[in-house]
């Protein structure tokens, strides 16, 4: 009993690694158990089996081997803490340094694995990014700063350093791929921002100037802010911005209204109904309390958040919900300072924040934790203070894209994967900068904006639905040749007169002919000379003038052939019948009317003198 007892809790020590397994300290010769084993054998057999004799009942089988391994394997597992013998340690080193080989080869497998593992893990992710196939889309010559798609997919809007706006239609563009509308809609000034609404029915545009717009899907203006007073201090006692735009983006849940940021210090939220006033204004100010410039701004997709990216490296995010005085994040020091943010994004939760800057580096932030970010990918050249980084509709990729100084290399856009920041493809695009670049959910396609004026649509057969699909699927309608409509001739010597065809005559002949003929050969009309007729007047003067000219020459030669006293007394009898005017005032006074005599010529009197007898 006081054996069992000593092994039951020697066995509890060796679970709780208070002491060395024995078999460890005393190596063990095992041999199968047979009814002629002697006592020795029966002793060693009986502790390894943990009881203290056998019985009359027959003994039960075990798998001796199997219970070596377990043992050496947990021999292993279990450090020693006493001194051993040479004798006793040279066995356990010998198991030890065969086991060390074993693990380090499992490790160097294990690292195979894993890399093959991310091999095929990157290669899946790469099939994802629909880039199989392109088409491209000519705005001008100069940068594209901005690309939009309407909530369909079905129509884009691109805008340039050109000042214009184009409108593309996929339904209704042909292989030539031509936009169908061009319009300027901020005279010269160039483009900064486009979006569509949610519902695609408007497009918000910011330019250069101080004023954004809101434009139909037709390209038709409907509304415009109001400028504020650029001579008051207090910009928010302004009514709208007084400096440059940078960034105008639409509210994701409420299609009225919308967000700009500016280079006054602030960002504005507009209702649409209202343009003469903005709805709230949110001052932007450095870690030092001073004004600084907000150079891009975004909402969060859950609208948990407000966002703009400062000039002096700073990222500032406000809750709506609350007083919009002090941000409710601050990230100090988020990019270096005195570089343009150019870019926000935000991931469906509203807690991962990637943003892009002209320090020519992306970073990944965590709005929970704003000490150090997730990730930082440098040496991404940026020339560009609207170049643009987004996550894929899925958050599987995050996306931006590099500049280039012109005839100097080639610009790309890059993918990195939002697990463990891999770098999975780059886009390279010849003697062009990547600019702005958008991932559209519904169509699954990728339109990149590029300094050279072109745009690139991006699509995989398989995975990708209409858009560009619609314009590379139809082909290029082919041209007739010329066709010449040359009357045969036929020569019939032998026939009668009246069926024999003329002969052709010269051609300069009939061209002389015609020429006289004023309809065949379209003879302009003459202008008129003289007093006009058929409803035509003589050239320098128009149809009015005529008219009163002949009015004035017929009145002044009737006035000069008839005797103005005649023409006033042949009007007497009726007067003096029927007086009206000046009768009835001399009524009284003068009853009857006295004439002035005719005075004689100056001749005449001259004439009497002379005969004066």
């Not at 856009?413 to 990547?434: C, G, M, R, W």
């Not at 995989?460 to 009357?487: Q, Y």
Request: glycine letters at 6%.
């Amino acid at each position: 009993m006081d054996e069992d007892l000593e092994e039951m809790a020697t066995l509890r020590a060796l679970k709780r690694g208070h002491q060395p397994n024995p078999m460890q300290s005393q190596p063990i010769k095992l041999t199968q158990y047979t009814g002629s084993s002697n006592k020795n054998q029966d002793d060693q057999l009986m502790k390894i089996m943990g009881i203290s004799a056998f019985g009359k009942k027959t003994a039960r089988v075990f798998d001796v081997e199997e219970m070596v391994k377990q043992s050496i394997g947990s021999i292993s597992a279990t450090k020693p803490t006493t001194s051993h013998s040479d004798d006793e340690d040279e066995h356990p080193t010998k198991i030890n340094a065969a086991e060390d080989k074993t693990e380090s080869n499992y490790s160097d497998v294990d690292d195979e694995i894993d890399r093959d593992e991310i091999n095929d893990e990157s290669e899946d992710l790469e099939s994802k990014i629909p880039t199989f196939r392109h088409i491209t889309l000519n705005h001008g010559r100069k940068t594209i700063s901005s690309v939009a798609l309407d909530r369909g997919g079905g129509r884009i809007a691109t805008g340039s350093f050109d000042y214009d706006v184009k409108l593309w239609d996929f339904g209704g563009m042909a292989a030539s791929l031509q936009s169908f509308r061009t319009v300027t809609p901020c005279e010269s000034h160039q483009i900064k921002s486009l979006q569509f609404s949610s519902t695609g029915d408007k497009i918000l545009v910011a330019s250069g100037s101080a004023q954004a717009k809101v434009l139909d899907r037709d390209g038709m203006e409907i509304m415009e802010c109001i400028k504020g007073d650029q001579y008051l201090a207090d910009m928010a006692s302004t009514k709208g911005h007084v400096a440059m735009l940078h960034r105008a983006c639409w509210d994701p849940f409420i299609n009225e209204e919308f967000m700009t940021c500016s280079d006054d210090g602030t960002l504005r939220l507009w209702d649409v109904s209202n343009s003469k006033k903005h709805k709230t204004v949110i001052k932007t100010k450095g870690s030092d309390g001073r004004k600084t410039i907000p150079t891009t701004c975004t909402y969060s997709k859950g609208r948990r958040l407000v966002a703009g990216g400062c000039q002096d490296g700073s990222l500032q995010l406000w809750d709506p919900k609350k007083p919009l005085v002090r941000p409710a994040i601050l990230i100090k020091g988020a990019h270096t300072k005195g570089s343009d943010v150019s870019s926000i994004a935000f991931r469906a939760s509203g807690q991962i924040v990637a943003s892009r800057a002209c320090d020519d580096t992306l970073k990944v932030w965590d709005v929970r934790s704003t000490t150090k970010p997730l990730f930082v990918a440098d040496n991404l050249v940026n020339l560009y203070s609207m170049t643009s980084c987004l996550f894929s509709p899925d958050e599987t990729f995050l996306a931006t894209g590099t500049s280039i100084r012109k005839g100097k290399g080639n610009g790309s856009l890059i993918f990195y994967d939002t697990t463990h920041f891999n770098k999975i493809q780059e886009i390279n695009l010849p003697d062009a900068s990547v600019v702005s670049c958008l991932w559209h959910d519904k169509i699954n396609q990728i339109m990149i904006g590029c300094s050279n004026g072109d745009i690139r649509l991006y699509f995989d057969p398989l995975r990708s639905t209409k858009g560009a699909k619609l314009c590379a699927s139809k082909s290029t309608r082919k041209t007739d040749g010329i066709v010449m409509n040359v009357k045969p001739v036929v020569i019939t010597p032998h026939a009668l007169p009246m069926f024999r065809e003329s002969k052709p005559k010269n051609a300069k002949k009939k061209e002389d002919k015609d020429r006289q003929n004023p309809i065949a050969s379209r003879k302009p009309e003459l202008p008129v000379t003289g007093p006009g007729k058929g409803g035509r007047v003589r050239s320098g003067g128009s149809l009015s003038a005529f008219i009163v000219k002949n009015l004035a020459t017929d009145h002044i030669k009737n006035f000069q052939e008839e005797d103005a006293r005649a023409a006033i007394l042949k009007h007497a009898e009726s007067a003096k019948d029927d007086p009206y005017w000046i009768a009835p005032a001399y009524a009284v006074t003068q009853p009857k009317p006295i004439f002035a005599e005719p005075e004689e010529d100056e001749s005449d009197q001259q004439e009497k003198k002379k005969f004066k007898p």
